[in-house]
């Protein structure tokens, strides 16, 4: 891939991510662009370089990307739209998505054992808000739904792609204890006094 090639790769990916609502295939940007997939994976990553520091980034998620603004700016452009994000994610259900985030994809019989109490309200409060998902079913008996975060997660929590999360303290790796509000902050979240489960 010559450098004026490569240029023109980037322009017509920026041009797609800026005017697309949602989140765009790797693989319908390159048959737009008329190249490989490979290409275009590495001239996404070259863009999400690029914006480094600037007031834009590239969010990315197994086969898909997007172009969202920069958390850094995220008071400034609330207050430019209008928007009221005083409203916080309760304790239980931070905790709740944190188990999410590491674990996924992960079905709701397993975030209450870890958590060991009932998870209905807190799950239901995330998918409302559109920071968890259902990704697909469990092999095992009755199939149960896995859940899995969305870029609207990336976005509410400032990160590029799952892999930023903050990884996990030795100790915890690999066992079903998660510290759950530890490890998963909420943007601008003040310290509060623990509550009961309530989403």
């Given amino acids: 891939m010559t450098s004026g090639a490569d240029e023109n790769l980037k322009l017509v990916i920026e041009s797609i991510l800026f005017v697309a609502d949602d989140p ?7 048959r737009v662009a008329r190249r490989r997939e490979e290409d275009v994976i590495e001239a996404v990553e070259a863009i999400a370089v690029e914006y480094k520091g600037r007031g834009l ?41 944190a188990i999410i985030a590491y674990k996924q994809p992960i079905s709701r019989q397993v975030i ?38 969305t870029f609207r997660f990336l976005e509410h929590f400032g990160l590029e792609r799952p892999g930023d999360l903050p990884p996990l303290p030795e100790a915890q790796q690999g066992t079903g204890n ?18 009961d489960d309530q989403a």
Wanted: overall charge negative; hydrophobic content about 40%.
């Fill in 178 to 195: 998660l510290e759950q509000g530890e490890e998963l902050e909420e943007p601008g979240a003040r310290s509060r006094e623990p509550e």
């Fill in 57 to 97: 980034r590239i969010q990315r998620t197994g086969a898909a990307v997007q172009m969202v603004t920069a958390p850094e700016a995220s008071p400034f452009v609330e207050q430019f739209l209008g928007v009221d994000e005083d409203q916080r994610i309760s304790h239980a259900a931070l905790e709740t998505l």
């Fill in 112 to 149: 209450e054992a870890i958590r060991g109490v009932n998870c209905d309200r807190a799950l239901a409060s995330l998918k409302a808000r559109g920071l968890v998902t259902e990704v697909g079913r469990a092999s095992t008996a009755g199939r149960p739904y896995q859940y899995g975060t």
């Fill in 24 to 30: 765009v295939e790797t693989a319908a940007l390159a």
